[in-house]
Nanobody, 117 residues
């Protein structure tokens, strides 16, 4: 069974950077459409960025030009580089993908990102 494990969250000042990672147990080719979501306190979970198997990327308008999603197939890892962070980026960030074959939802446990001075 494929599992997703995030790392890299923490506390950063406004304007700073963080890099989140999502390790995929087994092969990254066992999943489809890996993505990052986030959930702010009291709000619904929202899509931040997704990267298709073709390499095509899609970003939420709120993070365009500041966040970059990428995948390292050799390391079976998904990344989210977050630059010029703002207080409104504070949230729990989740890695998500669909299991190849049955399209079952796969979620990581989440990692907290706090942007504050």
């Amino acid at each position: 069974q494929v599992q997703l494990v995030e790392s890299g969250g923490g506390l950063v000042q406004p304007g700073g950077s963080l890099r989140l990672s999502c390790a995929v147990s087994g092969s990254i080719f066992s999943i489809n459409a890996p993505a990052w979501y986030r959930q702010k306190l009291g709000e619904q979970r929202e899509l931040v960025a997704v990267i298709e198997n073709s390499g095509t990327t899609v970003y939420a308008d709120s993070v365009k030009g500041r966040f970059t999603i990428s995948r390292d197939d050799a390391m079976n890892t998904l990344h989210l580089q977050m630059d010029n962070l703002k207080p409104e980026d504070t949230a729990v960030y989740y890695c998500h993908a669909f299991a190849r074959g049955n399209w079952r939802d796969l979620w990581g446990q989440g990692t907290q990102v706090t942007v504050s001075s």
